[in-house]
């Protein structure tokens, strides 16, 4: 087996479940890879290398790093420049991932060998969660969780983790829609990845499911996504969600007020909000920030110090750190990345399997902040790898050989 210089990529990546399933020191690989692929992007920008649509993310990120730390000596709630500085990484490390795996890519020879690389991967993958995914259910190897409707147990992967198994697959089902498998075999891998993500019982899973299905049936290789298809999707969404929602959002849940306070600190800091490491990030509840004492939460056993809810939930961590002009700027990134894959330069598989993957990961957003894991970045850096398929599409799984 001859490895290429170039590999290092594709192995980059592979990596992300296998430390995020060790954990202990190796929990911090994504912050390590988003700082690299931070530096290899200011590079890039400064060498005037970076295309449009990435100099718009970029620059947008700017606009909220800036309003962030604005609001830092405004508010004065923080004067721990070290927390400050690892939060404006967190909110720049899955986008740095995404611009850099993309810029990587693009070199036609590194695009095609991470590809081929990563298709084997992406295989074995998905069997291997298909198989387990069925073993579970009778014999306890570890991957299953409670029992949900009637006697289906959840599968949740090694890590024990719904949302973390959902990125998983969707990573490589996008690996393989990007591939040059023929759309009889990616037919057949999509459906033994659907069987885990179903087994998940996981409603944000099930968002990806049905956003992906519905838009391999609406769409054709010509169609592109129109904005319309959202109102249709956004009441999907919130059919599969109507659980989740009415736990969460509609009762007075930990997310429910994380979001609610998240809102209070945004009109209480308007119009730039709180600043970095003082509300709904990791910093903020490792320095346990003022705002939580104000709002009586020491004494809370989900809210309280050690609490680990005070970083679940990502929407509410932007509208209070960023306030609402931040929040809008952010949402204005999403819709960026929404607009790169809805193009003709995908096919019909290539767009629904990316789109789907960016309403998804809004949506999950809404009550979690896992789209900034481990597991997340993975997924952007994957998402990053795809967008760049027009300077080496045509690979053939068959043809390619180095």
């Known amino acids: 087996m001859i ?58 990120l700017c606009a909220v790093t800036c309003i962030g730390l604005i609001s ?19 909110l720049w490390k899955m986008y740095a991932c995404f611009i850099a795996f993309r810029y990587i890519a693009s070199n036609r020879y590194y695009g095609k060998r991470i590809n081929y690389v990563l298709i084997k991967y992406a295989k ?42 959902g990125w998983l697959l969707f ?10 498998i023929s759309e009889k075999k990616f037919r057949r891998y999509l459906i033994l990845a659907i069987i885990p993500m179903l087994l998940t019982c996981s409603s944000l899973v099930l968002c990806w499911v049905f956003a992906a299905l519905y838009l391999f049936w609406m769409l054709n290789e010509d169609k592109l996504f129109k904005k319309r298809y959202l ?13 989740d929602i009415s736990t969460y959002i509609l009762s007075e849940s930990v997310r429910m007020t994380m979001l609610k306070y998240g809102a209070i600190t945004a009109n209480t800091y308007f119009p730039f909000g709180s600043g970095f490491a003082t509300y709904g990030s990791e910093m903020a509840a490792r320095y346990y920030s003022p705002l939580y004492i104000k709002y009586g939460w020491e004494h809370l056993w989900a809210l309280g110090r050690g609490g680990k809810f005070l970083n679940d939930n990502f929407y509410a961590s932007i ?40 309403i998804t990961i809004a ?26 398929k027009s300077e080496w599409e045509n690979n053939d799984e068959e043809e390619f050989q180095i």
Do not use: H
Request: hydrophobic share 60%.
């Open 171 to 180: 990573g490589a089902v996008v690996i393989l829609a990007f591939s040059g």
């Open 231 to 243: 109102l249709f999707l956004a009441l999907g969404v919130v059919i599969f969600t109507s659980a």
């Open 72 to 90: 830092n000596f405004l508010s004065k709630l923080t004067n721990n420049a070290m927390a400050v500085a690892v939060d404006i990484l967190w």
């Open 3 to 60: 490895i290429y210089k170039c590999d290092i990529f594709a192995y980059a990546i592979v990596l992300f479940p296998i430390f995020n399933l060790i954990g202990g020191w190796t929990g911090y690989y994504d912050e390590v890879i988003g700082l690299i692929s931070l530096f290899y992007v200011i590079v890039l920008l400064i060498r005037k290398g970076l295309e449009k649509e990435d100099r718009k993310i970029f620059l947008i």
């Open 124 to 165: 074995f993958i998905i069997v291997t969660c298909f198989l387990m995914s069925l073993i579970g259910q009778v014999v306890d190897i570890g991957v299953t969780g409670k029992i949900e409707f009637g006697n289906i147990k959840s599968f949740l992967f090694f890590w024990n983790n719904a949302i973390q198994t």
């Open 319 to 358: 509208i209070g750190q960023f306030g609402w002009i931040g929040f809008g700027l952010y949402l204005l990134i999403l819709l960026c990345l929404l607009n790169l894959f809805n193009s003709r330069d995908f096919n019909k598989r290539e767009r629904a399997t990316t789109i789907a993957t960016v």
């Open 363 to 388: 949506v999950v957003m809404i009550g979690s902040a896992s789209a900034k894991s481990m597991m997340g970045v993975f997924m952007f850096a994957i998402l990053g790898l795809a967008s760049s």
